[in-house]
């Protein structure tokens, strides 16, 4: 049964500070990764997607990489502000169009 | 544009009622999935259909649950003789087909059971 774990499960940093929040993952047969944000009692935001033959996807100061031997992604997010206060997930579909994975969130507080 | 449509965003219905929860894809999207939230819970699979076909419903409660996405209109996610415990977010994303393009997310409907 694939698992996919978040690590943390939830942070809680100084404004300014760099962000790094992991997802694993058993199996490596994904089609792509995809990271999402959610705030509290909102839907899903699309950060970052990184296919399965890339090694990283890069926007502003959002930085995700993809290591699929070591079954690993992590999202880097640089000098943090309280804005990127959110619950962060990580998803993944086996091939293209199927359902996605989730992992449980790292829920992230950045304090002024 | 207007991305993934659901509504209504919130749903109250007293226990035993029908909730009718809808949901239009982004356009040019042919894959539908429904989620579930439940309080303090994360997000889990429901089901997975493209113009009136159901491809996976492996996450869908054995009764009472049911789900559809018709040639025309939006999908509809139909829950009958709802109970307290159906009280959750609900969440539709859409993809394209096979483009790896990733998954967009609707805003969600919030039912709640009273």
């Known amino acids: 049964k694939q698992e996919v774990t978040q690590i943390p499960a939830a942070l809680s940093v100084p404004e300014g500070e760099n962000l790094v929040l992991n997802c694993s993952f058993t199996?490596?047969?994904?089609?792509?990764l995809q990271w999402f944000r959610q705030d509290p009692g909102k839907g899903l935001t699309s950060l970052l997607l990184?296919?399965?033959?890339?090694r990283e996807q890069t926007s502003g100061r959002l930085n995700a990489s993809l290591d699929k031997s070591s079954g690993r992604s992590t999202l880097y997010i640089a000098a943090s502000q309280p804005g990127d206060s959110a619950t962060y997930l990580c998803?993944?579909?086996?091939?293209?169009?199927?359902?996605?994975?989730f992992g449980g969130g790292t829920r992230v507080l950045v304090k002024p | 544009n207007a991305g993934v449509m659901q509504n209504p965003r919130h749903l109250v219905r007293r226990r035993g009622q029908e909730a009718r929860l809808r949901c239009s894809p982004m356009?040019?999207?042919?894959?539908v999935y429904w989620y579930r939230q439940l309080p303090e819970e994360g997000l889990k699979f429901m089901v997975y259909?493209?113009?009136?076909?159901?491809?996976?419903e492996s996450g869908m409660p054995k009764e009472r649950f049911s789900a559809e996405f018709p040639k025309e209109g939006p999908s509809i996610l139909r829950i009958q003789q709802v109970v307290r415990g159906d009280s959750a977010a609900y969440f539709c994303?859409?993809?394209?087909?096979?483009?790896?393009?990733?998954?967009?997310f609707g805003s969600g409907t919030r039912l709640t059971v009273v």
């Open positions: 998803a993944w579909p086996k091939a293209a169009g199927n359902k996605l994975t």
């Open positions: 199996d490596s047969a994904i089609y792509n």
């Open positions: 990184i296919q399965s033959s890339q």
């Open positions: 356009k040019g999207h042919s894959h």
């Open positions: 259909l493209q113009k009136e076909n159901i491809i996976d």
């Open positions: 994303a859409s993809s394209p087909r096979g483009q790896g393009e990733g998954y967009t």
